[in-house]
Structures are given as C-alpha cells and as structure tokens.
C-alpha cells in the first residue's frame, strides 16, 4: 500500500470521489495521481513531475489553458483539487449521510448515473431481478433515453418509442386537481401511497428497484406536495427495499427555502442528483452524491469486475468544478439561504393574492418557487378545453408585458432566480396581473 499523507489531495480525494474507469478497491489503497498544472502537451503532477500526455487527456488536447489546468479527466484513478474541493463541500452540505460524488455535466446525466448505480447496485447485492424503476406521472428527470423513461411525460416519450421497458410511473401529488370532494391532503397523501404500494405488489416487489423523485417537481407545474406526502412515500420505497433517488436538480442550492429540497420534505435518499444552480448555470456541470450503501456494493463490484467501467469525459473537467465551488463560496457569503428565507415569503404573498382572481383557481408553492393555476369555474375546479390554451395565452401576454413565465398547460410556474428583491417580485406581480387581465378580457371576448 502506498503512503498516502492524511489530509493532502491523494487522501482527500480517495474519501469523496469516485472515478470513472477505476477499480475502485485499488484506488482506496493507491490513491490518485494528482494533476496541478498543464501546459501545451505537458502535464505536471503535485510533486511538479512532467508527462507529455500523448493520449491528449481523453484525446482532447486543450491548448488554451484556462486558470491553472484547462482540462483533464478523473479517469483512471487521476484527480486534481477543484474537484476533490468540490466534493468534500458537497459531502459536507449533504442533507442525509453520504459517502462520495460522481460528477456529470447535466442534470439528466447525473439522473442517467443513479439509474445505473441502482442496476449496479442490485447486481452487487445479488438481486439483479431488482430491475424496475418507479417515477411520478409528470415527474422530469431529464431527456438522457434512460432519465426520459423515468420520466411522467407523455409528449417527450411520443415517437421516441419511449419509456423503456421497466420504467414505470405512479399517480403524481397534484392534490388541487385530483383530491376528490372532501379529501384532506393527509387522505389524498394516503390514497397516492396506497397506489404506489399497489403499483408494486402487481409487479412484484422483487423486481422494484428504486423510486425517482424531485422534492417538488418543477416541470410538471412548480407543484409542491401535500401535507404527509412523502413520509408516507418514504415509508413504502422503505418498506419494499427499493433505493430511494432525489432529483435535487430544480430543488438544491437553496430553492425550497433550505440548502436541499430534502431537508425541507425531510427526505432520506440514497442518491441526489444535483445541477443548475450548483454552478448558478456558469458552467456544465452535475454531481451525483451516494450513500456507503451504495458505494459499499460498487466496491464488491470493483472486486469482482476490477473495473468501475461507467464514465464521462468531461465528468470533474476542473475547470466546471472551480467555477462551481466558487459559486457555493458566493451563495455562502451572500448568504443565498438566508436571502431566500427572506423573500420567499413575500413571493408568496405577492402572487397568492392572485387566488381571487377570476382565472385562477390555486396558487400554491415554497421559497422561490409556486405555481398558479387556471381554471374555467373556481367551484368545481372545471378546467378549461385545451384547444382555448389558456396557459400559453396568458404566457402571451405575460412577454408583452415584459415577464418571462412557464407554463405547462394551464398552470404557471414561477421560479425567479435567487437573488430576486422584493422590488422585483413586485414587478414579476404586477407585470403578471395585468397579463392575467388580459387574458380575461380575451376569453371573454370570445
Ligand atoms: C428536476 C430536473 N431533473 C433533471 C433535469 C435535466 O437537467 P439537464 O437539462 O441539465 O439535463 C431537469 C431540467 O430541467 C429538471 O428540472
């Protein structure tokens, strides 16, 4: 075993990356080869060795070095310090225990990455019937042909011949539109729970493998879910031995109001997938951040394959991952969280006085994020034919007036960039009341 210094970047690395291409038993043993600088064809390690990288790094040769190191790979075993830094601070921040990060450059990679695990995962643990994957009707994870599938999205599955065998989709937590008469959101929470528990006694549990989710899902309308929701869901993924994948892409960094959508749910999963505003959007990058459990049956997998043969380019490029913990170090000194915290509430109230107006049947959301509703009758709850799209006219004009929003069908979700003020929000009201009024006035006229 080689002497790795405790506290340097061999021993920091081993303890939160883990590495494309890599048998991962023999990296806790020999560590990394750490990469500081680059120049033209050179590289040079921390001890200032030189190579002349002829295989171009993964044959991309970088001739403009950005910052110290324009780019090289974790492949292999090799690693440099932004992204050990990175990964010890996302560790750090981590709303459950976890053991390491895998890094991608998306949010549908770092989804693409935990549905393998989940396969790898069982295979180690010697279930490899353990293959089925359950998302939400409406539920985003990406458009990767594997984080689409796990996906509740009709339109992006049409004529892709999507989803995939074995991915299936349970009832989504929508309880403004789909709570019967006089169910509470406790008894709708139950009855989703109910459903999914269903859902898998006619599959077979033995061939459930993990549960997909966001913390509240932000494609599918800005919805947030109901009173008991996920205790009720955890307590099923749980109960049925199936991991459980948070999709923290829309959620993490501080959009529910806490670092993590997860801490505001109080979600314990075994895997979150990370994006967005990891690096404010600056640079491509996504992390995946597992648990022992699953790190501990990729190990057995490293023992008996010698490889961890799953791996992307670009995954840990340094650059990505400077940028990214330069945006954590900001979000901290700004104080992000707390910022949010402040104005959500005021986001809120702002577009929650919109309940009374005549086109809207709900407006419902947490921190910076809510979503408002239309609908033809307030009291029903009757919805509007699709053909009126009332959605995309109020979207229409929303622009004229100068307010950028997303709709799917007929809801509206607001998800304004964190640092928003108060006297913004206002506008974002403002600007939005009067597109509602128009909107109004034009199905009026109809
Ligand atoms: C919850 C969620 N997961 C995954 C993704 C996919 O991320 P990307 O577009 O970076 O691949 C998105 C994108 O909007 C998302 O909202």
Redesign the pocket.
């Known amino acids: 075993m080689t002497y790795v210094a405790p506290n340097s970047v061999q021993a920091r690395d081993i303890a939160s990356i883990v590495h494309p291409q890599t048998n991962l038993v023999q990296h806790l043993e020999l560590g990394p080869m750490v990469i500081g600088r680059g120049d033209g064809c050179r590289i040079y390690d921390d001890n200032g060795t030189e190579y002349i990288d002829a295989a171009a790094g993964l044959w991309c040769a970088s001739y403009e070095q950005m910052r110290k190191l324009g780019y090289y790979h974790l492949y292999r075993g090799t690693t440099n310090e932004p992204g050990v830094d990175l990964a010890e601070k996302l560790l750090s921040i981590a709303p459950v225990p976890m053991s390491k990060v895998l890094f991608q450059c998306?949010?549908?990679?770092?989804?693409d990455t935990a549905l393998k695990l989940v396969w790898y995962y069982h295979h180690a643990i010697g279930k490899p019937e353990k293959r089925k994957i359950i998302g939400r009707s409406m539920?985003?994870?990406?458009?990767?042909s594997a984080?689409i599938s796990a996906s509740g999205k009709p339109d992006m599955h049409a004529d892709f011949g999507l989803p995939f065998p074995g991915f299936l989709h349970t009832e989504y937590p929508h309880y403004y539109r789909h709570h019967i008469d006089g169910e509470s959101e406790e008894q709708f929470a139950t009855r989703l729970a109910d459903s999914l528990e269903q859902l898998i006694l006619r599959e077979g549990p033995e061939t459930c493998a993990a549960f997909i989710a966001?913390p509240v899902?932000?494609?599918g309308g800005g919805l947030t879910p109901p009173r008991t929701y996920w205790e009720k869901i955890q307590a099923v993924i749980r109960k049925y031995d199936m991991l459980f994948i948070a999709?923290?892409?829309?959620?993490g960094f501080g959009r529910t109001g806490n670092m993590w959508g997860s801490q505001t749910y109080d979600l314990k999963p075994d895997m979150i997938?990370s994006?967005?505003a990891l690096s404010a959007g600056m640079q491509?990058i996504?992390a995946t951040i597992i648990n022992q459990r699953v790190f501990d049956a990729m190990l057995d997998e490293s023992r008996k394959l010698g490889n961890f043969a799953h791996g992307y380019t670009y995954a840990g490029h340094p650059v990505t991952t400077a940028v990214a913990m330069e945006t954590l170090r900001i979000y901290d000194e700004m104080d992000m969280i707390g910022h949010v915290q402040r104005v959500g509430p005021y986001l809120q109230s702002a577009i929650g006085k919109f309940a009374d107006h005549p086109l809207v049947g709900e407006v419902r959301g947490v921190g910076l994020m809510t979503g408002i509703e239309m609908v033809a009758d307030k009291t029903t709850r009757a919805q509007f034919s699709p053909a009126r799209k009332v959605g995309a006219t109020v979207d229409k004009h929303a622009r004229a007036n100068g307010l950028i929003t997303r709709f799917v069908g007929d809801r509206i979700a607001f998800s304004p960039p964190l640092i928003i003020t108060e006297e913004e929000i206002d506008q974002v009201a403002d600007r939005l009341g009067k597109a509602l009024d128009a909107t109004w006035a034009e199905l009026r006229a109809q």
């Open positions: 998306s949010g549908s990679e770092a989804n539920g985003y994870h990406g458009s990767t984080s966001e899902m932000g494609a999709d923290e892409v829309i959620c997938s994006a967005k491509p996504s």
